[in-house]
């Protein structure tokens, strides 16, 4: 399973590569007619019933979302075929392994008489498995289809084990029945071939193996029983006993099979296959979910800070609309300065400076940046003045981190309405309400007073003392389309 578990690790990377790439490529591959919420990261025209999973669904299944199930889809298949082509390699070589390990045991047993034609026969056979095995992981080093060719090869070292445990050889050479093989431990032979396919990461290999493995035992001791004169099973032998010692005396001869140890090797066999199956078959849905789940965090954390892409990659819940109190941030760019790579500059400092803060990032309105602090939660009197000097601080640390590149900072506190809405053809998550648009005129006042952060009176009164002190009473300012005039800091 080490090599699920590193698979898993690559293709998670893979999949936060994937979508970054994926979404960034899709915003310019969206038509006229799909404006883009880089609140949401989904058209406006994609509707979502119910989770936040649902939603991750409908993008998937829209353009951009495509781009990333393909390329994700792609990478995955990639992935899994270099590790099967690495496990078919180290498939052969522990079959190489055992066939050698076994080897050694017939030389140190015919040491005394290295020309014996049984021992011979056997290096014979164990030659053969290893040109066999030579051939093979040369074939999965460069073969476009290495499993489909590992078929054949799987099939020889099994028919090689079994003339090796079997032997079928003239009584001048082996005097004794080979079914006798039943009665000791060579079936591990056979289970360790099976168990080696498992590196190959295909359940279906793993499952072919055990199922032919099962076949050549089966096949090997059936063959030996019916060659071997006189042989008996051990149900007939129980006949001729007229005691349990008889029974055991009988069974234990040479020339009787035991029928009920013989069923149970294969039955073992059989469902050991089965369980290896089963386990590659899990880790490789285990690789996929995860690629997945992480492929789906990493589009929601190009939109929502760490906690809340969390919390939504994860629930089934739908994020439903609430009012809530928010503090909400307004940032523009200078109106001297357009250049595209510019303003790519300006949104990465700022969707980096807000989720630090742990803020999101509701929309790009035009050149200004909207960000939120506490607007998907519902928020107590501590909270809110927590929330509130979160947003001051992350005012300050814009204000630090653009320099010129700010045209000014907004920032208002007050009742809003968050969460999924729209019309049913058109649904986004979005931050409204009246506040929203008190920290946009605010915004105006700074850029047209030329002064670094405006700030409404309430807000300010949930800032602690100390911070209340540094700022400038600007007096009672009218902010366009509010209403009556506003008491408003500078800083």
């Known amino acids: ?3 699920l578990i590193e698979l898993s690790r690559n ?6 590569h994937t979508a970054n790439r994926c979404v960034a490529r899709g915003l310019s591959e969206l038509p006229p007619s799909q404006p883009y919420h880089l609140a949401s990261g989904w058209p406006p025209g994609w509707h979502r019933r119910g989770a936040e999973r649902e939603v991750l669904a409908r993008w998937r299944a829209a353009p951009m979302g495509d781009a990333i199930n393909d ?13 099967t082509r690495v496990g078919l390699q180290l498939s052969v070589s522990a079959r190489l392994a055992a066939f050698s390990l076994l080897w050694l045991s017939f030389y140190l047993d015919a040491l005394g008489n290295p020309a014996n034609p049984y021992f011979l026969y056997r290096t014979a056979l164990i030659a053969a498995a290893w040109l066999g095995g030579v ?10 289809r290495p499993v489909q060719w590992s078929y054949p090869f799987l099939l020889a070292d099994l028919t090689l084990a079994t003339a090796l445990v079997f032997g079928w050889l003239p009584r001048s050479i082996v005097d004794y029945p080979q079914f006798l093989a039943v009665r000791y431990q060579d079936i591990l032979l056979f289970a360790v071939i099976v168990a080696s396919t498992v590196f190959a990461l295909s359940p279906r290999l793993v499952l072919l193996a055990g199922a032919c493995a099962a076949a050549a035992w089966m096949t090997g001791v059936l063959t030996s029983f019916l060659r071997t004169s006189g042989a008996m099973t051990s149900g007939a032998a129980e006949t001729h006993a007229s005691h349990w010692t008889d029974l055991l005396v009988t069974i234990s001869h040479p020339l009787v099979l035991d029928t009920d140890y013989f069923v149970l090797q294969i039955f073992l066999l059989a469902a050991f296959a089965a369980l290896l199956s089963l386990s590659v078959s899990a880790g490789r849905k285990l690789v996929d979910s995860t690629v997945r789940a992480a492929r789906d965090r990493a589009a929601l954390a190009r939109f929502f800070p760490p906690q809340l892409a969390d919390r939504l990659a994860a629930s089934d819940e739908r994020l439903r609309s ?9 940032v523009d760019f200078p109106r001297d300065a357009r250049a595209h790579e510019t303003l790519e500059e300006f949104y990465a400092i700022c969707e980096c400076v807000v989720f630090e803060h742990g803020g999101v990032i509701d929309r790009f309105v035009g050149d200004p940046v909207m960000a939120t602090f506490g607007a998907f939660a519902t928020l107590d009197a501590a909270n809110r003045n927590d929330v509130c000097d979160e947003a001051w601080r992350c005012a300050r640390a814009l204000e ?11 920032l208002h506190f007050g009742e809003v309405v968050s969460g999924e809405m729209g019309s049913e053809r058109q649904r986004a998550f979005a931050v409204v309400g009246h506040t929203i648009n008190v920290a946009r005129r605010t915004l105006d006042v700074a850029i047209q007073r030329h002064i670094r952060i405006a700030v409404t009176d309430v807000f300010v009164r949930r800032l602690p003392p100390e911070l209340r002190e540094r700022l400038t009473f600007l007096g009672e300012v009218i902010l366009r389309g509010i209403g009556p005039p506003m008491r408003t800091w500078a800083a």
């Open 322 to 330: 609430i009012t809530s109190a928010a503090a909400v941030l307004f």
């Open 400 to 410: 630090q981190a653009l320099g010129e590149r700010a045209a000014g900072i907004g």
């Open 71 to 83: 390329t994700l889809e792609r990478s995955l298949s990639e992935a899994f075929a270099r590790e």
């Open 11 to 16: 293709a998670v990377c893979e999949a936060h």
């Open 1 to 3: 399973m080490t090599g």
């Open 135 to 144: 051939a093979a992981f040369l074939i999965a080093r460069r073969s476009r």
